[in-house]
């Protein structure tokens, strides 16, 4: 049995945002427009093939209303955005973790490992994050190098910059070598 989840789209600074939510208005899936086979690809991943059907919903949700005013300032609006998401329990209490993570803040990969009970797991935390179907509301990009620089970002290094300024978050901007 197929699922169907309404996707609706927002434009930010950095590009145009889908945003799938089902029938309970729970966020299932945030991804960047031009990473589309990104979220896709989690999709399959997480659901099965074939198993979640995407219907344009051109009426606006409260989920979509909430990250509108994230983008135009209001950084509070999306804590209490309800989500539902698969995954390993892992995965989960990687993803719950992000959560707890305050705007404005940032944590290492090695704080969050810390935090969901695995020290010296930052690897597996990273690949967890790296997993994550619902990026900015589970804000994944809210996680820096220890050396409190930028690492990857499933929506781009420089969505991940404009994400923490956004929030008025400290890092380390530094542009990479090129050789």
Request: aromatic share 6%; charged share 25%; with cysteine.
């Amino acid at each position: 049995m197929t699922e169907t989840f309404l996707l609706n789209r927002i434009e930010t600074p950095v590009g145009p945002m889908l945003i799938a939510v089902d029938e309970q208005a729970r966020l299932r899936v945030l991804d960047w427009e031009s990473h589309i086979e990104r979220m896709e690809r989690l999709m399959e991943r997480y659901y099965g093939a074939g198993a979640i059907a995407l219907k344009q919903s051109a009426e606006r949700n409260p989920v979509s209303e909430k990250l509108e005013a994230y983008v135009a300032g209001d950084i509070a609006a999306i804590e209490d955005i309800a989500t539902e998401t698969t995954g390993t329990d892992f995965q989960r209490r990687v993803w719950a973790a992000l959560r707890e993570i305050p705007a404005g803040q940032t944590w290492s990969y090695g704080r969050l490992a810390a935090h969901v009970g695995e020290p010296g797991a930052a690897r597996a935390v990273g690949l967890a994050n790296g997993s994550n179907p619902i990026g900015v509301v589970v804000p994944c990009h809210r996680v820096i190098g220890a050396n409190g620089t930028l690492t990857g970002y499933g929506g781009g290094i420089e969505r991940k910059r404009w994400l923490l300024r956004h929030e008025g978050a400290a890092f380390k901007d530094v542009e990479p070598l090129l050789l």
